[in-house]
């Protein structure tokens, strides 16, 4: 198996070591496992790319690349520069530190590199790591995703059935905010959302006087609906929400039928 991996907190996050693993783990002896992801952190852009200007791209060692764009520009490199002629039989991206479940989706580009992929036809999934009070200070706090990674990768895969939607399917996966050994399983969810907390900003005055705004997120604590990703994170699972792009709102179709 050949695996393209990426993330968007940088070619040198922890987190992309984890994943390296895990893709090695995957690819098996005879695989191989190839690098491409941003040259500096790109959290939070979501499904950006970099249309209006070039993307510069630097090998860092064998099989490994730096790009200096978002992580869909990562993806768009790997396929159709990196590996052109070789291309990757599946995926990854991350260990994003710190969760992408409910609205954090919408913001990630750890999310943004898969949706890239699925929407060229390459399988693929996002993998990240929520981080609690029993995870965050540890020296390894990826511990549970380096655990449990490749085997819920496996079991995702050999569970999904041949592809027939023009949108292909992405994978949400995160990681309970525990330690390996407290992780309780693996749970199938819908995308959540946290009710009352919302990203925002919070204003400063620099020495000079000019205002800057810094973005604040959310509370990560508030628990979603039962049955959806947050929800079974902070319960002790491992989250596996299917995605597509596309964004029809389908229940309004019906009810929009009158302006036609």
Request: proline share 7%; aromatic share 6%.
């Amino acid at each position: 198996m050949r695996i393209l991996i990426t993330n968007d907190d940088g070619i040198n996050a922890p987190g992309l070591q984890v994943l390296t693993d895990i893709a090695h783990d995957l690819a098996g002896e005879h695989g191989e496992v190839w690098t491409v992801a941003p040259a500096f952190e790109q959290s939070g852009v979501g499904h950006c790319i970099s249309y209006t200007h070039p993307t510069m791209i630097a090998k860092m060692g064998e099989r490994r690349f730096a790009a200096e764009g978002s992580p869909a520009d990562c993806v768009l490199a790997g396929l159709h520069d990196v590996m052109k002629d070789c291309p990757p039989d599946l995926v990854l991206s991350g260990v994003n530190r710190g969760n992408n479940s409910a609205e954090n989706a919408l913001y990630s580009g750890t999310l943004g590199a898969a949706m890239e992929a699925a929407l060229q036809g390459i399988p693929a999934m996002a993998l990240s790591q929520y981080l609690g009070p029993e995870n965050y200070d540890i020296d390894t706090p990826f511990e549970a995703a380096a655990t449990h990674g490749a085997d819920v990768i496996r079991k995702i895969l050999a569970n999904t059935p041949p592809e027939t939607s023009d949108y292909c399917l992405f994978y949400n996966v995160n990681f309970p905010p525990v330690l390996s050994g407290n992780v309780k399983g693996i749970r199938v969810t819908s995308q959540g959302f946290r009710q009352g907390t919302s990203f925002s900003v919070e204003p400063h005055s620099s020495p000079s006087g000019r205002r800057f705004l810094w973005i604040k997120g959310g509370n990560q604590r508030i628990m979603t609906a039962p049955g959806t990703d947050a929800a079974a994170n902070l319960d002790g699972y491992v989250s596996v929400t299917p995605m597509r792009a596309d964004l029809t709102a389908h229940d309004m179709m019906d009810a929009l039928k009158a302006i036609e």
